[in-house]
């Protein structure tokens, strides 16, 4: 089985201590019993009544 993905570059080293923490948060949170579709949901979700500017 082969698994073929594309690699983001997501900055440099000087950003790793956001990811740990980050990282930190997440297991935490499934380590408590949060169901994992809530924990990853990292998408915006539009708010009624709100408007995005760019």
Do not use: K, N, Q
Request: hydrophobic letters at 50%; zero cysteines.
């Amino acid at each position: 089985m082969e698994l073929v993905a594309d690699t983001w570059s997501v900055g440099g080293l000087r950003h790793a201590h956001h990811l740990e923490a980050m990282a930190a948060i997440v297991i935490s949170l499934l380590f408590g019993g949060r169901d994992p579709s809530t924990v990853f949901d990292l998408v915006d979700h539009p708010v009624a009544g709100v408007t995005a500017t760019t």
